[in-house]
């Protein structure tokens, strides 16, 4: 059975940083892509980013284009999304999401982050 | 970027009844890779529909997805309880990728 689970949210100050991680099992990791989608509590999802099974490309949401970094471990079957110059607005559930190309098949149970001073 | 709009935003409806749940893009969804998804409260999003009109594994066929270009229609036939939920859909065709606000189907 698909398994991610997300870690490494938690409160945070505007301007910091903050580094999620993805466990995956049950498939074999590097054959898909994979993403990161986030949600306000209570709102809509917003697609963050995705990174093609090899790492070689990546993609990201104009909102996030240039504070964060999308990356993988194929060894050791992980996803990371490293955040930086983090402002009140990125606060939100964030989900790792296997992909197929490019739709997500499969999504975590999420981590939530909250940016506040 | 493509915009998707979906109405209505919520949907009173009662068990039984037929579910009709609208997602316009802004601009024509290549290859009409657009997804719907179903999330319910706590939990993540579950896919539903894939490529416009493909069920995911293990997804009833009371639902039915359809459409091409920019309109696009996620139907549920006959509502069972457990499909009371807040729906997504999303076009993956082009980078960024985007989701509509969602459509809340409750309890009427």
């Known amino acids: 059975e698909v398994q991610l689970v997300e870690s490494g949210g938690g409160v945070a100050q505007p301007g910091g940083s903050l580094r999620l991680s993805c466990a995956a099992s049950g498939f074999k990791f590097d054959d898909y892509a994979m993403h990161w989608v986030r949600q306000l509590p209570g709102k809509g999802l917003e697609w963050v980013s995705l990174?093609?099974?090899?790492?070689?490309?990546?993609h990201y949401a104009d909102s996030v284009k240039g504070r964060f970094a999308i990356s993988r471990d194929n060894s050791k079957s992980s996803l990371y999304l490293q955040m930086n110059s983090l402002r009140t607005e990125d606060s939100a559930f964030y989900y790792c999401?296997?992909?197929?190309?490019?739709?997500?098949?499969?999504w975590g149970q999420g981590t939530l982050v909250t940016v506040s001073s | 970027e493509i915009v998707l709009t979906q109405s209505p935003g919520t949907l009173s409806l009662s068990p039984g009844e037929r579910a009709t749940l609208s997602c316009r893009a802004s601009q024509s969804v290549g290859n009409n890779y657009l997804a719907w998804y179903q999330q319910k409260a706590g939990q993540a999003p579950r896919l539903f529909i894939s490529g416009a009109s493909s069920r995911a594994t293990g997804i009833p066929d009371r639902f039915s997805g359809s459409g091409s270009g920019t309109d696009f229609t996620l139907t549920i036939s006959r509502l069972e309880p457990e499909d009371f939920a807040v729906y997504y859909c999303?076009?993956?065709?082009?980078?960024?990728?985007?989701f509509g606000g969602g459509t809340k189907v409750e309890i009427k």
């Open positions: 990174i093609t099974r090899d790492g070689g490309i990546t």
């Open positions: 999401a296997k992909g197929n190309q490019w739709l997500t098949d499969w």
């Open positions: 999303q076009q993956y065709a082009t980078a960024p990728l985007t």
